[in-house]
């Protein structure tokens, strides 16, 4: 099965051949950057690139391609970006949100 074709099947209660496996294509799935930083050390990557952020306030980043072809990893993020209007804001010692936060 392709990765599109398990994790359709597998949202219509289909057999799968394996279990989709899911990291980082969501804000409750991804990773924190240490975690991030570990695992690229782990997995021996020299990854010359930064790490793209998910969410600069949960420090979450979004996985490397790399990792997630080695990891053989079936989802992706769909990223839409910050409203209009309303970017992050740069402040002494952090930003603020869209929200305001």
């Not at 392709?2 to 209660?13: G, K, S």
């Not at 394996?18 to 950057?33: E, F, K």
């Not at 010359?48 to 990891?71: G, H």
């Amino acid at each position: 099965m392709t990765h599109r074709e398990r994790v359709l099947a597998a949202m219509r209660r289909q057999p799968t051949d394996r279990q989709p496996a899911d990291l980082g294509s969501t804000l409750a799935s991804t990773l924190t950057v240490p975690a991030l930083l570990k695992l690229r050390e782990y997995m021996g990557l020299q990854i010359q690139r930064p790490y793209q952020a998910f969410s600069k306030r949960s420090q979450t980043v979004i996985p490397d391609e790399e990792i997630l072809r080695e990891l053989d990893v079936d989802a992706r993020p769909l990223l839409l970006g910050p409203p209009d209007g309303r970017p992050d804001r740069p402040i002494p010692g952090g930003f603020i949100d869209e929200w305001g936060v």
